[in-house]
């Protein structure tokens, strides 16, 4: 790795996995297939399930964040009142945010694509194992269809996973991920430098030493996730970009005070299903 190479920073998948990637045989920027991507991630996921859960499931418990900021759902209510509402979490890991709006009344799946993360949730919440990119659900079968920085910041082909979240749901797609201005930053959250082109949309693979993909994570611009979503056939709502709040005086990996007071480390899009 380059010097002034960055190493992967993980917030999530759901919410918490800061730091370095670590033991990756190879790491390069380029391309990778949807199905190449997805075996990474499961096995991933499984493999760290008990260490990420050990380290940070208490933090995210009983609530639904929405970044490393520590926005919560309960406090932005994008989704409005959710009680009586099927609502279908993707990329849910051990199924927290799940188990936080269930206690607010709504019906809910928790799914995700490691069986590892999903058997660490609690046994009364409906849990499914599930690729993002082809959910085992009915068309408009679910109100509504939110994701925190699970799924789309792993896959390639967002337009493609949006799409599919648009047939399942009736009414709202919710997602979070990394905001784009933070993949042109160094990892160290207390740099501001311009490490990278904003519109480098190389994909960040690990390879071990089979050459076999290990992990993958994906950039596009703001500009790049509206038009996912409207080729997905949803309308744009609105673009939530959370700032750091006083309350907060953690730094989770590349995430600070001191940067979240002058950039946004997190972009939330909201879409209506039309």
Not at 19 to 38: D, H, L, N, Y
Not at 48 to 65: I, K, S, T, V
Not at 75 to 94: D, K, Y
């Amino acid at each position: 790795m380059q010097a002034d190479e960055p190493q992967t920073i993980r917030w999530g998948r759901e919410k918490g996995q800061f730091g370095g990637a670590g033991g990756a045989g190879v790491i390069e920027r380029g391309s990778v297939s949807p199905a190449s991507a997805a075996a990474a991630h499961r096995r991933w996921w499984d493999e760290h399930a008990r260490e990420y859960l050990a380290e940070h499931g208490d933090a995210l418990a009983n609530r639904l964040q929405w970044g490393p900021e520590g926005v919560s759902e309960a406090e932005l209510g994008l989704m409005g009142a959710v009680a009586g509402r099927t609502i279908l979490e993707v990329g849910s890991g051990a199924g927290q945010c799940s188990q936080w709006l269930r206690s607010q009344g709504a019906h809910v799946i928790a799914s995700d694509i490691s069986l590892e993360m999903l058997r660490a949730g609690d046994p009364g919440l409906l849990r499914v194992q599930a690729d993002g990119f082809l959910l085992p659900f009915a068309d408009q079968s679910v109100d509504i269809t939110f994701s925190s920085y699970g799924a789309l910041p792993f896959l390639p082909d967002a337009p493609a996973v949006l799409r599919e979240w648009a047939r399942v749901t009736r009414d709202l797609v919710i997602f979070s991920v990394t905001h784009p201005m933070r993949w042109a930053l160094l990892d160290d959250p207390e740099d501001l430098t311009i490490s990278r082109s904003y519109f480098d949309r190389n994909a960040y693979i690990e390879r071990n030493d089979k050459h076999e993909v290990t992990y993958t994570e994906h950039h596009r611009t703001i500009g790049d996730w509206v038009g996912a979503i409207v080729s997905a056939g949803m309308s744009l709502e609105q673009i939530v970009e959370p700032e750091w709040p006083d309350r907060n005086t953690e730094t989770w990996g590349a995430w600070s005070p001191a940067r979240g007071k002058l950039i946004p480390g997190t972009a939330i899009f909201v879409a209506k299903v039309k």
